[in-house]
């Protein structure tokens, strides 16, 4: 159960044909490997407030589905700022923290960048439409809670 103070933190074990983490990478010898390592100005954190449920099922898969029972939008929304996302989060009172997403900055490009709740996210959003959930799981650099 989720619990205030308590930090989870979820760094994801795929490694794609094209990305691999920083620590595997080294494992394997960078010279060998291929492949390039995301540098920070490459990657984009975004902010989503979620439920306890959510919050449980995101690190239990290491990923973001629609609710299993059906209740919920298939579409994910993502702040692009952390205070932001908290203020939106205290709007409601079901959300009870919210996870930091760490992708690759060009996976943006495939997203639904519309600001919705635009008084809230002046920094922007980003949508993550359920045909593009297994791109974006598959993406994910990190996953930790960040408030």
Request: aromatic content about 10%.
């Given at each position: 159960?989720?619990?205030?103070?308590?930090i989870?933190?979820?760094?994801?074990?795929h490694?794609?044909h094209q990305?691999?983490d920083?620590?595997?990478?080294?494992?394997k010898g960078?010279?060998q490997?291929?492949?390039?390592?995301?540098?920070?100005?490459?990657?984009v954190?975004?902010?989503r407030?979620v439920?306890?449920?959510?919050?449980e099922?995101i690190?239990?898969?290491g990923?973001?589905?629609?609710r299993?029972?059906?209740?919920?939008?298939e579409?994910?929304?993502?702040g692009?700022?952390?205070e932001?996302?908290?203020?939106?989060a205290?709007t409601?009172?079901?959300?009870?923290?919210?996870?930091k997403v760490?992708?690759?900055?060009?996976?943006l490009?495939?997203?639904?960048?519309?600001?919705?709740d635009?008084a809230i996210?002046r920094?922007?959003?980003v949508i993550?439409?359920f045909?593009?959930?297994?791109v974006?799981?598959?993406?994910?650099?990190?996953?930790?809670?960040a408030f």
């Open positions: 159960m989720l619990e205030r103070g308590r989870y933190n979820y760094t994801t074990q490694i794609s990305y691999l920083a620590l595997t990478l080294a494992a960078a010279a490997a291929g492949t390039r390592v995301l540098r920070a100005s490459e990657s954190n975004l902010f407030a439920s306890p449920d959510e919050f099922d690190f239990r898969i990923g973001f589905r629609p299993p029972d059906g209740r919920s939008l579409a994910k929304e993502f692009l700022n952390l932001e996302t908290i203020k939106f205290d409601y009172s079901d959300l009870a923290a919210v996870v760490t992708v690759p900055r060009e996976l490009n495939s997203l639904d960048t519309t600001i919705v635009s996210f920094s922007g959003t993550v439409q045909k593009k959930l297994g974006f799981n598959r993406s994910i650099i990190k996953i930790e809670q």
